[in-house]
């Protein structure tokens, strides 16, 4: 917010106004960085537990003596983390996903190492394919988080994964780019993160056909993402839905259950025309 030189006209409606409005702010902020703090310190524990490939496990019990969930007919869902990350961001939106019926759910790694997103998008085609073959499935889901979304979007978008991809579900994924963490440009993939970048542009040309569905979730405390709406979509040729989240940072959309339910809702769409709910309160 700018601060002008009209501002001492209005000096006395702050007065009344403002105080409040900060203090809301500001525990809505101190809720949120503590959430980020204690989901850093959990994902820490359990990052070397996600360093290989997970292995082909069967599906969970259901726990407590509680009866399991109907099984859900959708096709395989492939939750892909980001940047340097692994599959252990994703342990507890896995399981939330099973006992709700998902049994098809796959955690891809790709590399710490990684420097294109281009060459990262080509290995997804792969991995895609290889799980729609081993499943007999055509199409899969995607539920990228926020690197890994971006991943997804360009497997979709530009190297025909449409084919494969029916729905698209991004976390905090920086569509238009995002400013965030200036120093972080010696790295190549966090420039082509950046707007503006050849990747960037990439993504904005005419995509015509398109057949993938994007659902896009936002967060309004999300510091990775400068402007905070780059983690929206706005595409001519796409079908894109933006679900804002209220009241949580960058990590804790990979594990907040309203979160979770708002990806099954978008998951459980059975047509391009349906929409999931406007916006999600979980502070």
């Known amino acids: 917010m700018k ?5 001492p006209l209005f000096l006395p409606l702050c007065r009344r106004l403002w105080p409040g409005r900060l203090a809301g ?3 809505a902020l101190v809720k949120a960085t503590a959430l980020e703090a204690a989901i850093l310190t959990g994902h820490l524990l359990l990052y070397p537990t996600g360093l290989t490939q997970e292995r082909r496990s069967p599906v969970l019990p259901a726990q407590d003596g509680t009866a399991p969930l109907p099984v859900r007919s959708g096709p395989p869902v492939v939750l892909l983390h980001g940047f340097i990350d692994n599959r252990s961001v994703f342990v507890l939106l896995r399981r939330n996903l099973a006992q709700h019926g ?3 759910v796959i955690s891809l790694n790709y590399s710490p190492l990684t420097c294109d997103i281009r060459a990262a998008a080509e290995l997804l085609g792969r991995h895609i394919e290889e799980i729609c073959e081993r499943t007999g499935s055509d199409r899969v889901d995607i539920v990228g988080h926020s690197l890994g979304g ?4 360009y497997y979709a978008q530009c190297l025909g994964g449409d084919l494969r991809v029916r729905t698209l579900v ?3 994924t920086p569509h238009s780019g995002t400013s965030a963490a200036p120093l972080a440009n010696a790295h190549p993939i966090v ?3 950046r707007p503006g970048s050849g990747v960037i542009e990439e993504l904005a040309r005419p995509a015509p056909g398109c057949r993938t569905r994007f659902v896009c979730f936002w967060s309004d405390l999300d510091s990775v993402m400068v402007p905070l709406e780059t983690a929206c979509l706005e595409h001519p040729d796409l079908d894109a839905q933006n679900v804002r989240v209220t009241g949580i940072g960058h990590l804790a959309l990979p594990v907040h259950p309203a979160v979770a ?3 099954r809702t978008a998951l459980d769409t059975p047509h391009p025309g349906d929409r999931v709910a406007g916006g999600l309160t979980v502070a």
Do not use: F, H, P
């Open 3 to 7: 601060v002008t030189g009209v501002l």
């Open 191 to 193: 420039r082509q993160m």
């Open 261 to 263: 339910a708002g990806i």
């Open 150 to 153: 971006l991943i997804a979007r």
């Open 25 to 27: 702010l500001s525990v």
């Open 102 to 104: 998902r049994q098809r």
């Open 170 to 172: 991004t976390l905090g």
